[in-house]
C-alpha cells in the first residue's frame, strides 16, 4: 500500500498542513498487523491457477486498505485512541488539538473526525484500488459486487455488535456467532479468497465454497479472539485480558454462561469498570467451572474441521495452518 500513501501524501500539501499530518497518520495507522487478507487473497489467486503477481498483490493492497478503513471508524464507534501500541489516527489528532490549547472535548470532538475523514479517504481508496486491478469489465464488476456485498454485511454486523452491547439482554450463542460471520468473516476472510479466486477465473462453484470456507475460519478467529481477550497471555497477545470482562462484550463465553446456574456471579462482576486483576481472576475461574471456555473451545475446532475439510478439496491448507497459527499466538495483533 506504500505506493497508494506516497501518492497521496504528493496530493496533500496544497490542501493544508492538517491534511497532510491526517495522510501520515492513516499511514502510520496502517502499518503492522499481520497482512492477513492480502496473503489469503494472493493464495487464493495462485491456488486457482492466477500467475499475474502484480495484478493479485494490487488486489490484496485493496482489501487491506479496506480492513484499515474499518479499523479506523471501528475506534470511533468504540472511542479507542490507541492501536497496536500506538496513538491511533483520533488519538493523534486529539493529542495535536490538546498540545494547540483546545479543551478535552474540543479535542476529543476532533479526533474522532480526523479517525471518520481518515476511514473515508481509505474506504474510497480501497475502491479504487480494487477497480484498477488489471482484468475484464466483466471480472472487475464482479470484484466489486463482492467488496460492495463484504462492506454491507459487515456494517449490519458492527451495528449488531454495538447494539448486543448495549446491556439491555443477553444475546443468545446464535446471535454472537452471526455478528462473528457478519463483522469479521465477510470482509476478512470470505471477501480476499473469493475475491482472489475470482481473479484467476474460478467458477461459481468455487467461489461458493470458498465463502463457506471463509465464513468457517472467520468465525473460529473470532471465537480465539474472544478467548484470547479473557484467558490469553497478554505478553504474547498483546491483548488485554481486563477490557473485555470490564467493558462486559457480549461474546460466545458470555452468551453460554448465562444459560448456567453460574449466571447471577458472574453477572455480578461482568461489565464492572472497577474491576480489579484478582477479581478478574475469580470472573475467569467461574467462566471456566461453567463450562463456557470448553464450549467456546470445541464450537473452535468444529468450525476449524470443516474448513479443513474445504480447504483441502481447493489445495488451500496453507491458510487453514496460517489461521490456526495466528489465532492460537497472537490473534489481538492480526488486526
Given at each position: ?17 492538517e491534511?497532510v499530518?491526517l ?13 492477513l ?8 489467486y ?19 486498505l ?6 479506523m ?11 497496536r ?27 474522532q ?11 474510497v ?7 484498477s ?24 454486523g ?7 452491547g ?7 450463542v ?16 470470505a ?44 505478553a ?7 477490557s473485555?470482562?470490564?467493558?462486559g462484550k457480549?461474546?460466545?463465553l458470555?452468551?453460554?454462561?448465562a ?6 456471579s ?7 469498570p ?9 470472573l ?8 463456557a ?11 476449524l ?8 478439496a ?14 492460537a ?7
Amino acid at each position: 500500500m506504500q505506493r497508494f500513501f506516497d501518492d497521496a501524501q504528493a496530493h496533500a500539501a496544497p490542501l493544508g498542513a492538517e491534511y497532510v499530518a491526517l495522510w501520515t497518520a492513516m499511514r502510520s495507522a496502517s502499518d503492522g498487523g499481520r497482512r492477513l487478507r492480502p496473503a489469503l487473497a494472493v493464495e487464493a489467486y495462485r491456488a486457482h491457477g492466477g500467475s499475474d503477481a502484480h495484478a493479485a498483490q494490487r488486489l490484496g493492497d485493496g482489501i487491506e486498505l479496506l480492513h484499515t478503513a474499518f479499523v479506523m471508524h471501528d475506534d470511533v464507534i468504540d472511542h479507542d485512541l490507541r492501536r497496536r501500541g500506538r496513538p491511533n489516527v483520533s488519538g493523534e489528532f486529539g493529542s495535536r488539538a490538546r498540545a494547540e490549547g483546545a479543551d478535552r472535548t474540543a479535542a476529543a470532538g476532533y479526533g474522532q473526525a480526523a479517525g471518520i475523514l481518515a476511514g473515508d479517504l481509505a474506504l474510497v481508496g480501497a475502491l479504487v484500488e480494487i477497480a484498477s486491478v488489471a482484468v475484464d469489465t466483466t471480472t472487475r464488476d464482479r470484484l466489486l459486487a463482492l467488496v460492495h456485498a463484504a462492506v454491507r454485511v459487515s456494517a449490519a454486523g458492527e451495528l449488531d455488535d454495538v447494539y448486543l452491547g448495549l446491556g439491555t439482554r443477553v444475546a443468545s450463542v446464535d446471535e454472537t456467532l452471526a455478528v462473528a460471520e457478519h463483522k469479521t468473516a465477510a470482509y476478512s476472510f470470505a471477501l480476499p479468497l473469493q475475491a482472489g479466486a475470482l481473479l484467476a477465473g474460478a467458477s461459481p462453484d468455487q467461489l461458493d465454497r470458498l465463502g463457506e470456507l471463509g465464513r468457517l475460519l472467520g468465525i473460529a478467529f473470532q471465537l480465539c479472539d474472544d478467548l484470547l481477550g479473557v484467558f490469553g497471555d497478554e505478553a504474547e497477545t498483546g491483548k488485554s485480558t481486563l477490557s473485555d470482562l470490564r467493558e462486559g462484550k457480549m461474546t460466545a463465553l458470555v452468551a453460554y454462561a448465562a444459560r448456567t446456574p453460574a449466571w447471577d456471579s458472574i453477572r455480578a462482576q461482568l461489565g464492572d469498570p472497577k474491576l480489579t486483576a484478582a477479581d478478574a481472576g475469580t470472573l475467569r475461574a467461574r467462566l471456566e467451572a461453567c463450562g463456557a471456555r470448553s464450549f467456546v473451545e470445541s464450537l473452535v475446532e468444529s468450525h476449524l474441521q470443516s474448513a479443513r475439510a474445504l480447504a483441502a478439496a481447493a489445495g488451500l491448507d496453507s491458510v487453514i495452518e496460517r489461521v490456526s497459527a495466528l489465532a492460537a499466538r497472537d490473534t489481538g495483533r492480526a488486526a
